[in-house]
């Protein structure tokens, strides 16, 4: 009986295309530059497998491979590649490689042979891929505001949105600066969204239109300038998500106009100028500034704007908006009313149900490393994977609600930043009312509770330290009044109070050195203005000396602002203060500041010791 006769196994190409091409670049015939030999060896690598795939093995085994071998593969391959009408799969892979951040020593001079250009493909592909924009509105009418409401994806997936709304200003002192912003997150923005569906079909007219990437950019870009030009810095909100805002806003397509504007810029109207804050606390306890329809300027009261706002509500806010803002809310607070009804169990069992595969246990201990229930709900929600806005809510509520609920003796930061809240608006009703001495007593007590709650934080491993008013702002977000409570407020009462009792001076002395020493990182803005305040305490009593130590330390931990040598500058060229008038002083200070080399603003100086030489003649 005849044995019956077995075929050979049939192995793909594919399998073996690795070795092949790998003992090819380890030959002499590798090494050759017999053009024939190479056309050969290559029509037999390729033979049974697409051309692509040939491209995926060859190029990226040929990176190490010798100087002679890759001065033969930009001699040959390019000629193979276009007597096989190669080219387009060649294309293909070179484009994906470089997409992915590949990169061959020969692809150049490979493109290059055959005339293949993909750099325009492939940045148009990069800035696809980052720019995450969905949509943005604006309604802008020209004279009094301008309201932005944009959305983006937060992951390139493109599975959650964020979105943002921005308020500019057009009347006194903003003048076209940024007014208000706040983060619209994932779970909210089915609501906002909802709420402009119905936006676009006001009494007036259309209130909310749609507007294009490039239109929102510069709209943003123009308000950025006017904040700049006004001195004005950017809302606490928008410093708080400066982050998110910007990894928005800078991958959205440039114009000319808005060319050249850096991250050090958009850093800069974080830092520098009058909080915004500080303004509207004016405007809604004092009054504001509008401009009249023949262009005059009228100062409207704190009490008649709040008629005039009920009258006419597009005046000081979009109407839109509020009315979106008040529907969300309505549907955050009933959802809150539905967990906060259910006992510890059964809340914990609707968090389980909503996706939270953790004990019960390893819950509460991401609440003890926490100083916010808020925080240790949102550490929980980082851990889960993706999932829908409503369960996502219900973890972020849930989570939190069991944290307050079973952690009692932890003080929350929720808490600590309510019951400042409550002092300090107390201590500016006080200071509003004329008792400036009562209020100053309040903002040391406001003081002592932020410093307790900066001790006990930083004593956490588990925690972000604070050493700065930005780290404190960005800790208490949300908490608008903390920049203006410990720099400009601060120095206006404490200037204020002294004049009145001068026994009050040790009292500011020491409490000013206190916030140094609690807050003592270098290069920052809070600092910077601290240090303004504690000057400005030891002018009032008439201490120069101290007034002048101050001044130089901090010539020396700010010598590239601009802004400081202006402001010492202008101490000396008050005539109606013979002590300090002193215009080779100003001079000296000038020529200081435009020495530095790394200056910022050097222009902005420039401009100033101009003007300082052209008013006083000086040569």
Known sequence: ????????????????????????????????????????HLDALVQGIKPEQFFGFFLPASRNAHEQIIENIKAFLPEWVAANAYAPAFREFITKAMLEGENYPFSAALTGALNIDVAGEVEAKLQAAQNLFVEAFAHDDKEWQCSIIGFWYTDKRKYQQHGFSLLIDRNPPWNGAVKDFFLITSGQVSYVKQGLSHAFNGFNG??????????????????????????????????????????????????????????EDFNALLRNGKTAESIMHYEQTVGREIIGDNGERIFVGADDADSLMSSDAALFGDPVLQNIL???????????????????????ERVQDAGVELSFNEVLEKGRAAFSTEAAARAVLDMLPETDIESENTILMGVDMLCERVLTDIPWTDDVIEEIEDRLGNAYEIWDDGKETKAFEEFIWVWGRVKDYILRRNASPATTKIHSVE???????????????????????????????????????????????????????????????????YGVAERDNEVEEVYNSMLKEFRTNAELYDFLAERHLDETSPETFNLEKADAIFQQGLAQPDLDEYAFLEQRYVEFKQSYNRK
């Open 206 to 263: 259309p209130r909310q239109h749609k507007r294009t990437e490039t239109e929102v950019k510069e709209l943003i870009f123009r308000a950025f300038q006017d904040s700049k030009k006004n001195g004005i810095r950017l809302p606490h909100d928008l410093i708080a998500e400066k982050d998110a805002f910007w990894n928005f806003w800078s991958k959205l397509p440039d114009t000319p106009l808005t060319e050249g504007f850096t991250r």
């Open 326 to 348: 008040g529907k969300m809310l309505e549907e955050e607070e009933a959802r809150f009313d539905e967990l906060d009804a259910l006992s510890t169990d059964e809340l914990w």
């Open 471 to 537: 780290d404190l702002e960005e800790a208490f977000s949300g908490f608008n009044s903390m920049a203006g409570f410990l720099t400009e407020d601060w120095r206006g009462l404490t200037e204020s109070v002294i004049r009145l009792d001068a026994g009050m001076l040790q009292k500011a002395l020491v409490t000013t050195q206190d916030m140094l020493e609690t807050l003592p990182e270098k290069g920052k803005d809070g600092r910077y203005e601290l240090l303004h305040n504690l000057a400005g305490i």
């Open 1 to 40: 009986m005849s044995k019956k006769k077995h075929s050979a196994p049939k192995i793909s190409p594919l399998a073996t295309i690795q070795f092949r091409i790998t003992t090819f670049l380890a030959s002499a015939d590798a090494l050759s530059s017999d053009r024939t030999a190479w056309k050969t």
